[in-house]
């Protein structure tokens, strides 16, 4: 399950580094959730309730570990100093202040102006507590949801937050945004069904997961976003805007300066700064987002001090970049961080759409002709495990072979995937050294004579004549090495490859209209895969202008997997639909998998301080972290 609280991002440029680390609460992030037992927090279903219980909140995995009566989550420091600001920093630029839509390029840090229905836990899985909704029931069949709004839940503008705000924000995030749609395309209405609440109903029953992501929903002022701006125009959400937005949440935008930096300051009288959710949080008085050109220069800002924190995903800078005079003296702190709560999939992923990547022959020889050992030691210095999983790093990975609750999964779609599932377990192509990597190639140039391509004056061709030619379509500079790595592989095979870099827009662009050959990103997991898995590989999404099925994957037995994994009945149903999800997907070879990290790189200006021990499934920066004066005063620089 996604966290949706505020638009989805199309496939990033850069590296896959979910965003759950650094603001597990406040921006687009892998929430940790998913269709599960659900054994207190939704409860077993029982005998029909002639009128379901009002709960504090949700959970997918058993019941909430925090009761009704919760003061504050266990893993903030509800003493911590609120002041100091924060720099943080953004790649490219951006043209809008409305970040609902598709469209343009939207500021950073949006999501700290607006409030959500509920929030999660950083310590749970796919857990949530009230935020503007202060409880939520459901039927026994989850056929539908309410959720009753708090009275004190009020915009920055004094109005209150009522239950036409909610249906307006549904309606509006629905129709403006494709991929929020389809996420959402299973509730078939949202009406106000009493003075404070809210009640979202649903066209099919049993799908335990719906419940729980529209209480991510983003809430916006209708009474806002309806009248006029300050020209006398009729605002308009379907566009974008670089007027200031009204929002609901614990911070206000202070400052923009257009394609250049945003700021934002903690709105002291913020409504729900004494929720058990948000005690502890939001401590520093201003967030800023600073823009840089590249990744280059945004490196070279951050040892000039001109922000304070940043997740690193370059090998070579981590092990090559960080020996200035302020890491040796102690001005900048170099720590690394576990990811407990997601996995990742990160490949070169040809487009299916294409008739020459149709063959499976060809994707396996495009992962055959990639040497990821040389390229690990030369680009990585070392630090990479080659990716054999679309879940990786999580128990959801499958591996061997298919037994107990897997396999009766994978006997029940037989007839629909590939019969090497049951006898042969996903692996790479052999690593190692030059003797590997020439058999590697060897093998490749089978395939591919295998599956009708010969090479003729050194190209290799189809039966038509016509030329292999792959473009690896490429925004982050970053990913310019990787692909020039790959780049002489392939041209030993005959292919023709071109590595083309452009800049975010143009990318964003190609990616929605499916313009590219191949690109180089991934999909982040959670925990508690759901919905979200219709948008990844779904058939319904392959054409879907938005979506992020990149691939363009359209295979019933994969469409079955996705259901099985949403309607998983208990914990060890969902690990169970998963593994064969996972078992089936590799096993069409649709991507050539790189690499992946378990931890997370940063590093920080040392001026901050977080309560003694974090919450388990994140590091939770910025959101518990507060500005230390005393470490500041001896750091200097920055105010």
């Not at 069409?588 to 590093?603: E, G, K, L, S």
Request: zero cysteines; hydrophobic letters at 40%; proline letters at 7%.
């Amino acid at each position: 399950m996604v966290d949706r609280r505020h638009p989805p991002v199309p496939a990033a440029p850069a590296h896959v580094v979910p965003a759950s680390a650094v603001r597990p609460s406040r921006r687009l992030v892998l929430a940790l959730t998913g269709a599960a037992l659900l054994l207190g927090g939704f409860g077993l279903a029982g005998p029909a309730q002639a009128d379901p219980q009002w709960r504090h909140g949700l959970s997918l995995l058993g019941q909430p570990k925090y009761p009704a009566d919760f003061k504050r989550f266990d893993y903030v420091n509800p003493d911590a100093p609120k002041g100091g600001l924060l720099r943080l920093s953004a790649n490219g630029t951006f043209d809008s202040l409305n970040d609902i839509i598709p469209r343009g390029n939207p500021a950073g840090g949006l999501s700290l102006i607006y409030d959500t229905l509920m929030s999660p836990a950083a310590d749970e899985v796919a857990t949530e507590y009230g935020l503007i909704a202060g409880s939520v029931r459901y039927p026994d069949d989850f056929s539908s949801v309410t959720y009753k709004l708090r009275p004190e839940a009020k915009w920055h503008d004094g109005a209150r937050i009522t239950p036409d705000d909610v249906v307006w924000s549904f309606e509006q995030t629905v129709k403006n945004n494709p991929r929020q749609a389809f996420y959402y395309s299973h509730v078939k209405s949202a009406a106000k069904t009493g003075d404070d609440e809210v009640t979202f109903s649903f066209d099919q029953a049993g799908n335990r997961e719906l419940p729980q992501i529209l209480g991510q929903l983003r809430i916006m002022p209708k009474h806002w976003w309806t009248a006029n701006g300050p020209d006398g125009k009729p605002r308009d959400i379907s566009q974008g805007t670089l007027e200031v937005p009204l929002g609901s949440g614990p911070y206000k935008v202070k400052q923009v300066v257009p394609g250049r930096s945003i700021s934002f300051e903690r709105v002291k009288d913020y409504w729900g700064r004494d929720l058990p959710v948000n005690v502890g949080t939001n401590n520093f008085d201003e967030q800023r987002f600073e823009y840089f050109r590249d990744d280059t220069v945004e490196l070279e800002a951050f040892k000039g001090d001109q922000y304070d924190f940043r997740i690193e995903s370059s090998a070579k800078d981590w092990a090559t970049a960080y020996n200035f005079p302020a890491v040796k003296a102690g001005k900048v702190i170099l720590e690394e961080f576990a990811n407990r709560a997601s996995g990742q999939m990160q490949a070169f992923i040809p487009n299916l759409r294409r008739a020459k990547f149709q063959d499976q022959r060809v994707r396996r020889a495009l992962n055959y002709a990639l040497d990821f050992e040389g390229m690990n030691r030369t680009l990585f210095f070392g630090q990479y495990k080659r990716t054999a999983s679309y879940f990786q790093n999580t128990e959801l990975a499958s591996s061997g072979l298919p037994q107990g609750r897997e396999l009766a999964i994978l006997e029940g779609v037989k007839d629909k995937i590939p019969a090497s599932v049951f006898t042969t377990a996903y692996e790479n192509p052999p690593q190692g050294g030059e003797e590997e990597r020439r058999a590697n190639l060897r093998e490749a140039a089978r395939l591919l004579k295998e599956a009708g391509w010969t090479v003729k004056d050194r190209k290799l061709v189809n039966a038509k004549g016509e030329p292999f030619t792959v473009e690896i379509l490429i925004a982050n500079p970053a990913f310019e090495r990787v692909a020039l790595f790959y780049k002489p592989a392939l041209e030993r095979l005959g292919i023709t490859v071109n590595v083309r870099q452009v800049d975010t827009s143009q990318y964003i662009n190609r990616l929605r209209a499916r313009d590219f050959d191949v690109i180089l990103t991934g999909w982040g997991q959670s925990l508690s895969p759901g919905n979200e898995q219709r948008d990844f590989w779904g058939s319904a999404a392959a054409e879907r202008e938005g979506s992020a099925n990149y691939a363009g994957i359209k295979d019933p037995g994969i469409d079955a997997l996705i259901e099985k994994v949403i309607y998983a009945s208990d914990r060890e149903d969902l690990v169970a639909a998963t593994h064969a999800l996972d078992r089936v997907l590799l096993a069409y070879d649709f991507v050539i998998p790189t690499w992946n990290y378990p931890n997370y790189r940063t590093a920080r200006w040392n001026r901050f301080s977080h309560p003694d021990k974090l919450p388990e499934y994140s590091f939770a920066f910025p959101d518990i972290w507060w500005w230390d004066a005393q470490k500041a005063a001896a750091t200097g620089g920055a105010p």
